[in-house]
C-alpha cells in the first residue's frame, strides 16, 4: 500500500466512523456533557462523568473544527465543521458549570447530573481541562474560555512539585520519586495554549521538557525511558523505579519530534526516533505480537497484574511516533514498523460490526472486555492518531520524492 | 481418593513445602522482618517491607505453633516447634519497631530497613496487625504483645466509619458505600482475639458481622454478595455497587461456617453453603476453568482489567468453604466440587520444581507472573489454606460413618 492508501484509511475511520460514533451514542441529552461508559453496540452501561475524559472529548473536537476544513458534515460559513463546534461547547458547558472545587482545581468525576465524587486528586484533570478550554478558546475567541484555560494551567504549575496533595500516600522524604508523566504532558500543554503564555513561558517550558525527558528519565545505560526517577534523576530500585511504560515512552517521542521539527534539531529528532525504534524492539511481544503495556527494566514480575495486555492507546501511540519518525528522517525503520503495527493494529483494534475500537485486549489479542468506552477510554486517543496519522501520510504522498516508501 | 488421601497431600505440603519455603527464602537477617518479594526459585527481587505481609507470616507461624504439635521438626519442651514461634517473633520484632505511625495507626509499608514508605491509609493493615500479635500473645503469654492487639484493635473500631480518613478521595455525602471486606474481616478479628475481649463485646461483633455479611452485602434478588453497598444496604448502581469479588465472598462464607458452628446454627450453615455454591457456579469459567476474579452483577464490563485472571487465593479459600460445608452439612455437592476445584488448583498453581505455589494465572491457567511472593502474595492464603483443609479432611477421615465420601 502507498502511503495515500493508508492516509484515506485512516481519514475514513476518522470522518466515517470514529466521530460520528461518538456524536451518535455519547451526548447526554438530559444533563449535559458526555456518557463515556458505552458497550460494543455504543449503549451506556454507566453515567458517571470523569472529567479526564470529559475533557478530553471536548479537546478532540475543538481541535478538528480547529484544523480541518468542512470535509464532511454540516459547514459554518468559514467551511467548518459547525457540528463538532457544538459537540466541544455542549462539553464544555457542562464542566464549566460542574468540573472544577472551590479552589479551582478540577475534580476527578462528578455523577452524570454533575455532582462531585471524585476529589481533585489527579493533576490530569486539570491537564486535559487546560488543553479542552485552549483549543475551544481559539475556535470561539471567547475570552471565557481562555480564562478557564490560563488560571488552570498556572494552578497546575503551582501544584506541580506535589500534584496529589494531601491524596498523597507517600511518606514524604524517604523515597521521593518524580512521574515522567508531567513534564511529558507540560510541554505539550505549553503548545496547546501558546496563544495565552508569554513566548519565554513558552520557550522556557519546553526547554525544561526536552531535557527531562531526553536525558533525565531516559537511562543511557538502559537505553530506555524509566516512568519514575529520584529527584536528581537516578535510578530508584524499587517497583516505581524499575517500571517501564512503553507506550508512554513512545508517545512522549512524537511530542519531542515535534518539537524537534519546530526549531529544526536534527540531532534531537534522530535521538527521539532511535528511542521509538528502540523502546518498541524491547517491548513488542515476540510471542504474541503487540506491544507489551508495562515491563520491569531488570525483568522482575511487574506489580500491574495487567502488564502483558495489548492497549488500544499504546499501539495508536506508536503509529503516530513511527509515521512522523519516518517523515523527518527517512528512517526505513519507521517505515517497516509502521506496516507491521498498522496491520496488527487494524486487525485487532477496529470493531467493522458496531464501529469505533476496542480497548483492552489479551496478550493473545482477544477482546478482554467489549467496551468503547469506560473510566479511562473515551473520545481522544483513537480520533488523535487517527488524525495525526492521515496528515502525516498526507504529507508523505505529497513529498514521495523525498523518501521512496 | 478418599479423604484420608487428601488429608496426606494437604499436609505434606505445608509442612514440607510451603513453610520450609518462606523460612528458607523470606528472613532478612540482616535487618529484620521477612522479604516477601521472591521470585520463581525464591530469590529476593525486591525488599520493600509491606506491613500487610509481615503481620500475616507472623499470623501464621504463631498460628501454626498455637494449633499444632511436633509434627516434625525441633520441639519444644511441651511439643511445640520453636522453630516456628521464633520465625513469628523474629517478624513481631520488626514490626514492633517500625510498623506504626506516632498515632498508633499501621504503616502500609516500610523500606527494608524500617523507614516508612506508605502512610496509614490502608486500615487492613491494622487488621493483621492485630491477628499478628493476638497470636503471639496466645503462644507466648507476653504481655506486650497482648496490649499491641487490644490497642490495634481498638485503634480500628474508632477508624471504622472512616478507614481511609485524610487518604479517602470520595467527595463526602454524594455517593457514600460501604465494602465487605471490613465488618467481614472485624468479625474474624474479634474471635482472633477472644482472650482479650469482654464476651459481650465479642457476641455483639459476631452478631453484627453476620447481619452485615448475610442480610446487608447479600443481595436476596440477586442470589450474590455485593463487594460494596450504600450505607442502609440499597444497591448502588455504580462501578462499585456492581461489583462482585466472589472469591471474597466465598472465603466470607467459611467464617460464617464456623460462627455457625459455633452456635450450632444449622439454618446459618445451610445458608453459607448455599452461597457458597451459587457463587461458585456463577463465577465458574466455563470456557477454560478456575474461578473469576472480578464480574460485574449486570454483566457490564468491570474496571478491574485483572477480571479473568485466576488467582491462587480466590482458589484456596474456596477449596476450605467447599470442605467446611460438606464436614458441617454433608450437602454431597461441596464433595463434588471440592474434587473438581481440588484438580484445578493442585494441577495449576503449585511448582513442582521450586516449591510453593504461583499467585497469577491468566483466564487460560498460564502461569501470568512468576513470582512466589510480591506486593500482595506472602505467607498466608497458602499455608493458611493448606491448614484448613488438612484439618477438615482429617476429621472427615475419623467420621466417615456421617458422610460417606
Avoid at 245 to 258: K, L, R, S, T, Y
Wanted: aromatic share 14%; hydrophobic share 40%.
Amino acid at each position: 500500500m502507498t502511503p495515500q492508501h493508508y492516509a484515506r484509511q485512516y481519514r475514513n475511520a476518522l470522518l466515517n466512523d470514529v466521530t460520528p460514533f461518538w456524536q451518535r451514542h455519547s451526548v447526554d441529552h438530559e444533563h449535559g456533557g458526555f456518557f463515556t461508559c458505552l458497550d460494543r453496540q455504543g449503549h451506556v452501561y454507566d453515567t458517571d462523568k470523569f472529567v479526564w475524559l470529559q475533557a478530553r472529548q471536548v479537546w478532540t473536537f475543538a481541535m478538528l473544527y480547529n484544523r480541518l476544513g468542512q470535509e464532511s458534515g454540516e459547514a459554518t460559513s468559514q467551511g467548518r465543521r459547525a457540528d463538532w463546534l457544538a459537540m466541544a461547547q455542549y462539553g464544555a458547558d457542562f464542566l464549566e458549570k460542574y468540573g472544577r472545587a472551590e479552589d479551582g482545581n478540577w475534580y476527578f468525576s462528578l455523577t452524570r447530573e454533575g455532582r462531585p465524587l471524585v476529589q481533585p486528586y489527579n493533576i490530569f484533570s486539570d491537564c486535559f481541562a487546560t488543553m479542552a478550554f485552549g483549543q475551544l478558546s481559539i475556535a470561539t475567541g471567547r475570552d471565557a474560555y481562555a480564562h478557564i484555560a490560563k488560571m488552570t494551567f498556572e494552578g497546575i504549575l503551582a501544584r506541580q512539585e506535589n500534584p496529589k496533595g494531601q491524596w498523597s500516600k507517600a511518606v514524604a522524604g524517604t523515597r521521593p520519586l518524580k512521574n515522567f508523566a508531567l513534564p511529558m504532558i507540560l510541554c505539550n500543554l505549553a503548545l496547546e495554549i501558546e496563544h495565552l503564555l508569554d513566548r519565554d513561558q513558552v520557550d522556557q517550558t519546553i526547554e525544561t521538557c526536552i531535557h527531562e525527558v531526553m536525558d533525565v528519565f531516559y537511562d543511557a545505560d538502559l537505553g530506555l525511558i524509566r516512568e519514575n526517577v529520584t529527584p536528581d534523576g537516578q535510578v530508584s530500585d524499587s517497583f516505581e523505579g524499575r517500571l517501564l511504560n512503553p507506550g508512554h515512552a513512545i508517545e512522549a517521542m512524537w511530542f519531542i519530534m515535534d518539537l524537534a521539527a519546530r526549531r529544526d534539531d536534527r540531532a534531537l529528532m534522530e535521538r527521539a526516533v532511535k528511542i521509538t525504534l528502540d523502546t518498541l524492539n524491547y517491548a513488542w511481544d515476540k510471542e504474541y505480537g503487540g506491544i507489551l503495556y508495562f515491563m520491569d527494566a531488570d525483568g522482575h514480575p511487574p506489580q500491574q497484574l495487567e502488564w502483558d495486555q495489548k492497549l488500544w492507546w499504546v499501539h495508536v501511540e506508536t503509529l503516530i511516533s513511527l509515521l512522523k519518525g519516518y517523515h523527518l528522517t527517512g528512517n526505513q525503520q519507521c517505515w517497516d514498523w509502521f506496516v507491521r503495527l498498522h496491520d496488527y493494529t487494524w486487525s485487532h483494534f477496529p470493531d467493522p460490526t458496531h464501529g469505533e475500537w476496542y480497548g483492552y485486549l489479551n496478550r493473545r489479542g482477544e477482546v478482554l472486555l467489549p467496551l468503547k468506552g469506560g473510566k479511562w477510554k473515551g473520545c481522544y486517543h483513537v480520533p488523535r492518531g487517527l488524525y495525526q496519522c492521515w496528515q502525516v501520510l498526507e504529507r508523505l504522498s505529497a513529498n514521495k520524492q523525498l523518501h521512496t516508501v
